[in-house]
Structure formats: C-alpha cells, structure tokens
C-alpha cells in the first residue's frame, strides 16, 4: 500500500465507523434500541492484558482503568483495520470510483467479528444463543454492519469528490 492508499484506507475508516456510529444514535433516539457500551470492549481488551479471555458477563466483570476511551479507540482502530484489508483486496481503483455491492459485502463479512468472536467472549454464547432473543440480537449485528458497509461507501464516495488522486490516473 502506498502513503495515500493508507491515508485514505484511514479516513475511509474512520468515516465508516462514524456512519455506524451515527446509525446507533438514531436507533436508541427514534427506536429505544440500546448499541453496545464500548467500555465493556475496553473492560474486555484490560482483562485480555490479564490473560482472561472469555467471561460469564462481560458486564458483570471487574471495571477496568480507563476502559471507556480504549474501548472507543479500539471500535475506531477495528474499523480502520477492516477497510485497509477490504482497500487491499479490492484495489486502489475502487477509491477512484466507488460501488456500494462491495462496501455492503465488507459490511455483510465484517458481522462475524461480534457473532464469533465478540458475543462468545463477552458471554453471550455464539452469535447470542445464551441471549433471550438470539435472533434478535443477530439481526440488530447484522443491520448494524451494513450500516458500516453504506458507511464505506459514502466515505469512498466523499474521498472521491474530495481528494484528485495519484490513484486515479491510470
């Protein structure tokens, strides 16, 4: 990756991230939907430090120092991460001219992370099965990874506009 495609791939995720972002604020506002406590993320980070994986109740574990803001800054790193790898497997190009099918894929792809990874160690079982709406809590996951996949594509879209690029040329 080039110096611009890693800016880019950063403000692209950060910007998608955002988007989601935005989305579950809109969705307590309007709905009453709660989205997860990113605090509980960095309560999880701390206690991997300590060597503890997977809880009973991630909610229920020991507070850790300063868990809010890791929690926040890893949601963000996580994002950026995700649209460097989905840069480098579509190419530079798609940053000249975005498609929202890919972005949607991302954001269809990227749902794993909480159904097998995030939820089993935060206790709630694989893809929520030890919660009392499985069903309910995956599709609220799943809606709200394609909210960040419209997320890459907007932010694409607006780097597009906004950015003449070296990128763009050939």
Known sequence: MTVEMIVRAILLGVGATLVM??????????????????????????????????????????????????GWVCHYLIGVIFVSLFVAVVGPQWLCRPTLLPALLLGLVSVAA????????????????RMPSPRQVRLRSLVTHLA?????????????QLFASSLCTV
Do not use: N, T
């Not at 605090?39 to 300063?66: C, D, E, N, T, Y």
């Not at 206790?123 to 929520?128: Q, S």
């Not at 594509?153 to 597009?160: C, T």
């Open 21 to 70: 972002d935005v989305w579950a604020l809109l969705r307590r506002r309007f709905f009453g939907i709660p989205s997860l406590d990113y605090a509980l993320v960095g309560r999880w980070l701390g206690h991997i430090r300590q060597g503890r994986f997977r809880h009973a109740s991630i909610a229920k574990a020991q507070a850790m120092p300063g868990e809010r803001p890791l």
């Open 114 to 129: 909480p159904l097998l990874l995030m939820q089993p160690a935060f206790g709630m079982g694989l893809a929520a099965s």
């Open 148 to 160: 960040f996949g419209v997320g890459v594509y907007l932010a694409g879209w607006l780097g597009a």
